[in-house]
């Protein structure tokens, strides 16, 4: 499917964390059915799916130390499974999965991507993750509870002004105030990709007519790939650039550089 730039690149800037849901209050049919056939057409990569859940058990999350906190009372939640051969495997979940966390909050649902706070082995059986294949990540799926605790607070509030790194601290290569308009679009968006607790871990060297993403941070990584956060980032990138009318194409690189995203 192509990517709905339009709506994707609006709900970048509403797209929050959210830990605690309304378990009494349905998703709506028509709502699943809109998600659901964008987990099954949406595949730009291969050895990727998203496998929505309907049902899932209530102790499907836990709380593991160092986490956000607990998630509670999602009607329904998303796997990300992916194909553990793939040496791109990382680039393509962070990618898949943020553009159907996107069209969920195009929709207007809430979700939260989760990378360890969840119960791998219930999850992979619920989902049927085959033997070359790994749950990659999870994301609860409702509407979020207005009225939240404390700590929820705390971690959806800093979506205000997202506590994001300038972009002048971000880029290298052409300076950031001369480079085209495109360009700065969507370094823009891609400053406001999720990333695990929040560490940024991106950099982005620009041209007139690319973008490179780069790993910048060398710090803990959680047992979450940094690979995984950049990929959610290039989906930002490219939202934004066909959003300002620039169609371009991905080239995976090999570390500490990602990917090169150039005008077509």
């Known amino acids: ?9 609006e709900a970048i800037a509403k797209r929050r964390s959210y830990r605690t849901y309304d378990k009494s209050r349905i998703i709506e049919p028509h709502i699943i059915e809109a998600l ?17 859940i ?11 130390a160092g986490s956000y906190g607990i998630i509670s009372g999602a009607p329904a939640f998303i796997a990300f499974i992916c194909d553990k051969t793939n040496p791109n495997v990382n680039e393509y979940a962070g990618y898949i999965g943020e553009g159907v966390i996107l069209e969920a909050t195009a929709l207007g649902l809430n979700t ?12 992979a059986n619920i989902v049927e993750v085959k033997e070359n294949e790994r749950l990659m ?16 607070r705390v971690m959806t509030g800093f979506g205000r002004t997202h506590k994001r790194l300038p972009a002048e601290q971000l880029v290298t290569g052409l300076s950031y105030e001369k480079s085209p308009e495109w360009v700065k679009n969507a ?9 695990a607790v929040n560490r940024q871990p991106w950099g982005f060297d620009i041209e007139e007519d690319a973008i490179t993403v780069y790993i910048r941070s060398g710090g803990t990584d959680f047992n979450i790939s940094y690979r995984l956060d ?23 690189l090999q ?6 995203f150039r005008v077509a």
């Not at 990929?231 to 991905?250: F, K, Y």
């Open 54 to 64: 309907t049902e899932p058990p209530e102790d499907i999350f836990k709380f593991v």
């Open 1 to 9: 499917m192509d990517i709905p730039f339009a709506g994707w690149y």
């Open 255 to 260: 570390s500490p550089q990602v990917a090169r």
């Open 112 to 123: 939260c991507w989760v990378a360890a706070a969840f119960s791998a082995g219930k999850a």
């Open 230 to 252: 950049c990929g959610i980032t290039m989906l930002h990138i490219e939202v934004a650039a066909l959003n300002a009318g620039i169609r371009g194409e991905w080239e995976f």
């Open 137 to 152: 990540a999870v994301t609860p799926l409702g509407y979020a509870m207005q009225n939240t605790s404390a700590k929820d």
């Open 187 to 195: 370094i823009e968006a891609a400053r406001l990709a999720p990333s």
């Open 36 to 52: 659901g056939s964008v987990c099954r057409e949406f595949k730009p990569f291969p050895g990727v799916r998203a496998t929505l």
